[in-house]
T-cell receptor, first 112, second 113 residues
């Protein structure tokens, strides 16, 4: 059974700081999702990656398949980045599609 | 950009009643999912659906639950005889195929009284 662990659980930063959120998983996966959940509850997909690195604006996601570890970085953080960041792994369920296994999330608060 | 829509946004129901949560996935997506998130806990997989049948379900998805795609656009989750512990946020998601990003709706907050 795949377990997804995130750290830290809570993170408070000052505007402009560089943020790193870590995610590790216990078994081999085919890909990893980084998601953002705002206080209202809605979930938005940020990245899906299976190797290397992806960048979108101030967000960068990396994954090391051998070490079963991924990181999400936010450069020049801003109060509007405040949200819960969740990593979720795609595991091959043996069926024709893939379910997500979620971490508990990291609550990020960026103060002005 | 097309999005997954869920209705209602909030549903309040008496314990023991049946509820139906509705989702309209993105139109060219093939795989559909329901997840739930109990307050303060992580999101959990309930069920996946492909080609008009369930392709996988979790232990949570027992006989109390059922899913249906009645008309080619809606995807519904029915919960029969609701219990207090069914109170949660329920998310619908869809994607185009294996290893494609899943797109989530905004969720339905279900409150069982």
């Amino acid at each position: 059974k795949n377990e997804v662990e995130q750290s830290p659980q809570n993170l408070t930063a000052q505007e402009g700081e560089f943020i790193t959120i870590n995610c590790s998983y216990s078994v081999g996966i085919s890909a990893l999702h980084w998601l953002q959940q705002h206080p209202g509850g809605g979930i938005v997909s940020l990245f899906m990656l299976s190797s290397g690195k992806k960048k979108h604006g101030r967000l960068i996601a990396t994954i090391n398949i051998q070490e079963k570890h991924s990181s999400l970085h936010i450069t020049a953080s801003h109060p509007r980045d405040s949200a819960v960041y969740i990593c979720a792994s795609f595991g091959n369920s043996g069926g024709s599609n893939y379910k997500l296994t979620f971490g508990k999330g990291t609550l990020l608060t960026v103060n002005p | 950009e097309p999005e997954v829509t869920q209705t209602p946004s909030h549903q309040v129901t008496q314990m023991g009643q049946e509820v139906i949560l509705r989702c309209v996935p993105i139109s060219n997506h093939l795989y559909f999912y329901w997840y739930r998130q109990i307050l303060g806990q992580k999101v959990e997989f309930l069920v996946s659906f492909y080609n008009n049948e369930i392709s996988e379900k979790s232990e949570i998805f027992d006989d109390q639950f059922s899913v249906e795609r009645p008309d080619g656009s809606n995807f519904t989750l029915k919960i029969r005889s609701t219990k207090l512990e069914d109170s949660a946020m329920y998310f619908c998601a869809s994607d185009r195929g294996a290893r494609q990003p899943q797109h989530f709706g905004d969720g339905t907050r279900l409150s069982i009284l």
